[in-house]
């Protein structure tokens, strides 16, 4: 069992940036990749970054590739997602996930844990 919490959310002008964290519980961390979703008010949840086990490779949506990196610590049990030149697009609940399963990092499938989210909110 994972528990995963976000925090860092909050209210951003466009152009702004933001850097989300996910803190996990137990002692597993660093057996699982790591995701961040989100939803849009009225949409579906999409996938936005992903990052494997050890770290060594990251996968982002064309919507946020070059603005949005996620990076671990696994000593600290912590995954983070650095945001920059936010849009108003970009605002939606964002959640991390927990990925037991190897590969489909882009859908929900492999993820079997998830957080609560956290609200981002883009004004423009």
């Known amino acids: 069992q994972v528990q995963l919490v976000e925090s860092g959310g909050g209210l951003v002008a466009a152009g702004g940036s933001l850097r989300l964290s996910c803190a996990a519980s137990?002692?597993?961390?660093?057996?699982?990749?790591m995701g961040w979703f989100r939803q849009a008010p009225g949409k579906e949840r999409e996938f936005v970054a992903a990052?494997?086990?050890?770290?060594?490779?990251?996968y982002y949506a064309d919507s946020v590739k070059g603005r949005f990196t996620i990076s671990r610590d696994n000593a600290k049990d912590t995954v983070d997602l650095r945001m920059i030149s936010l849009k108003p697009e970009d605002t939606a609940v964002y959640y991390c996930?927990?990925?037991?399963?190897?590969?489909?990092?882009?859908?929900?499938?492999?993820?079997?844990?998830w957080g609560q989210g956290t609200q981002v909110t883009v004004s423009s």
């Open positions: 990052i494997t086990r050890s770290g060594g490779s990251t």
């Open positions: 137990g002692h597993t961390f660093k057996t699982y990749a």
């Open positions: 996930a927990a990925a037991g399963r190897i590969g489909g990092w882009g859908t929900e499938a492999p993820y079997d844990y």
